[in-house]
């Protein structure tokens, strides 16, 4: 996992950089989820088990929106490729009692947390995936749209124009 954490921090520059980055804003615990709900866009994906995020991977997402419900719990709206089709797919996450906490069933038994957040320009989600004994590790970095006033009505799905525009971009060489 060092070296995919190696990866995610490599791109905190640039995201740094491009907008209005305050290192002080960041949140690593007592989260205020409702803050994090809006339009959200896949910025780079982390895992142990590469296959399992690669093209066709079973934990590949490209996020579109979180909503937080009532209930504490969050729901994500991803596009996930099924049999070579970008389809959009709707995933409650149910709040535990820990702080950035939420459990899913999907292919085994799931912890999704939330490592950091400064709620206005991006999010990472961390995801413990245990099947069959085997854990796997998740790590993602989204990147939000609506600080600049972009809702759902503003943004072009790029996984309707041809394929999945982020799965077509060539991915950084990881240096050991």
Known sequence: M???LLLLLSLWPSLAAAQEFNPRAVVRRDYNM????????SIAMASDDLGRIEEDGDLRVFIRNIEHLKSGSLKFN????????CEPVDVVCQKTDKDGEYSIAYKGENK????????????????RNLRNGTETQVLALYEICKKYGLSSQNIIDMTKQGGSHAAEQPRPPVRE
């Open 2 to 4: 060092g070296r995919t």
């Open 34 to 41: 409702a803050k994090v709900a809006g339009v959200w866009h």
């Open 78 to 85: 991803f596009r996930f490729k099924v049999q070579g089709r």
């Open 112 to 127: 999704v947390t939330v490592p950091e957040t400064d709620y206005r320009l991006y999010v990472t989600f961390r995801l």
